[in-house]
């Protein structure tokens, strides 16, 4: 009997669970990067990001173990094993820069100026975020890449026609 991250309903679990890593981890970034450049979304945005980017977090996690039992399946393709096994903690970096942010900055009344610690933590999930971007995207284009480039590069448009 397989675990539940070999297989889902007889499906690979990574290919199922990677699309959540995939779309919530840019777009916690993106709600983070709004809080910190538009300080007055911080009480409407600042717990939904937090919880994107924790969801998103444990999704990469989970891809993460659940592509180490596809790859005992199909093999190990290179360079996606390596993003795959950095991408998770890039997350955990940016979650919890994220989370010391919005729990510090959110107590700062809007007139009132920033510590200066609070305006470096929000450069950092900048500067986080712009990496957990990056990885994510290399994390993925690599798996595609290694799922589908020889598909392609063997077919042409128009070789099966769709009825």
């Known amino acids: 009997m397989s675990s539940p991250l070999d297989t889902v309903f007889g499906l690979p679990t990574h290919v199922l669970v990677v699309h959540a890593a995939v779309v919530l981890l840019p777009l916690g970034v993106l709600g983070g990067v709004v809080i910190v450049v538009a300080r007055r979304t911080i009480n409407r945005l600042g717990l939904i ?3 994107v980017t924790g969801v998103g977090t444990a999704a990469a996690f989970v891809s993460k173990g659940s592509g180490e039992e596809l790859a005992s399946r199909v093999g190990s393709p290179q360079p996606h094993v390596e993003y795959g096994e950095v991408l998770p903690f890039y997350a955990v ?3 919890l820069a994220l989370l010391a942010y919005w729990l510090f900055a959110r107590g700062v ?23 957990l971007v ?18 392609i590069e063997n077919t042409s448009p128009g070789q ?4």
Do not use: K, Q, Y
């Open 49 to 51: 990001s937090v919880i």
């Open 93 to 95: 970096a940016f979650f």
């Open 109 to 131: 009344p809007g007139n009132r100026t920033r510590p200066w610690w609070v305006i470096a933590l929000g450069g950092l999930v900048v500067v986080l975020g712009a990496l």
């Open 134 to 151: 990056w990885f994510t995207i290399l994390t993925g284009h690599s798996g595609a890449a290694a799922t589908w480039e020889a598909v």
């Open 160 to 163: 099966f026609p769709v009825e």
